[in-house]
């Protein structure tokens, strides 16, 4: 069962580390490129819509879908990461080349397909995958890949997590 979703972006590797623990004591890394975020972000709304329509059988299943993000969004409070002991897949990070989502019951699906030819299965209820939606809003934001110039990001916040993946910023890595 997943304890906690957390999201940080990296100038220097221009993509977003993401994180997951659960309540057996374990934490997954992975690698986001921003075409994944991006890609990652439209889907993630579609399955919402989707979903809706399964559930509710409503017509109105866009405006409650949005509501129910927007309600999220306003009550959802970000806290800090609590890092896991034990690494399934490793301390280092791993590139996600592939995300396919769909729908599961009443769960959302997110399989992760990393370079290490390993597949990473999320089934996240509604009320987790709207935190994984807003979770991936804010990081787009965050990361300013809208715009020219990415030099928003908190510098403490990116030094803080390349220290604690023992990153060091002066040394370029290459995936």
């Known amino acids: 069962m997943i304890s906690q ?5 990296v ?18 890394r992975m690698w986001f490129t921003r075409a994944l975020v991006h890609g990652l972000i439209q889907e993630c709304s579609k399955v919402a819509l989707k979903s809706e329509l399964i559930v ?3 017509i109105n299943a866009q405006a409650i879908s949005e509501f129910k993000q927007d309600m999220v969004q306003a009550n959802t ?13 490793g301390e280092n990070p791993v590139l996600v080349k592939r995300v396919n989502l769909g729908l599961e019951q ?8 990393l370079t290490i030819g390993q597949t990473i299965t999320l089934r996240l209820n509604d009320d987790l995958f709207s935190k994984f939606r807003l979770l991936m809003d804010t990081i787009e934001k965050r990361a300013s890949w809208g ?7 908190v510098a403490s916040e990116k030094d803080e997590l390349l220290n604690r993946l023992n990153i060091n910023p002066a040394t370029k890595l290459l995936h």
């Open 5 to 9: 979703l957390n999201a940080t972006y």
């Open 11 to 28: 100038p220097e590797e221009d993509r977003v580390i993401f994180r997951f623990n659960t309540s057996d004591n374990s934490e997954f």
């Open 56 to 58: 509710n059988k409503n």
């Open 77 to 89: 409070q970000f806290t800090d990461f609590n890092p896991s002991s034990n690494f399934p897949l």
């Open 106 to 113: 009443k769960l959302i699906v997110l399989a992760f397909d």
């Open 147 to 153: 715009s020219t110039d990415g030099s928003t990001v």
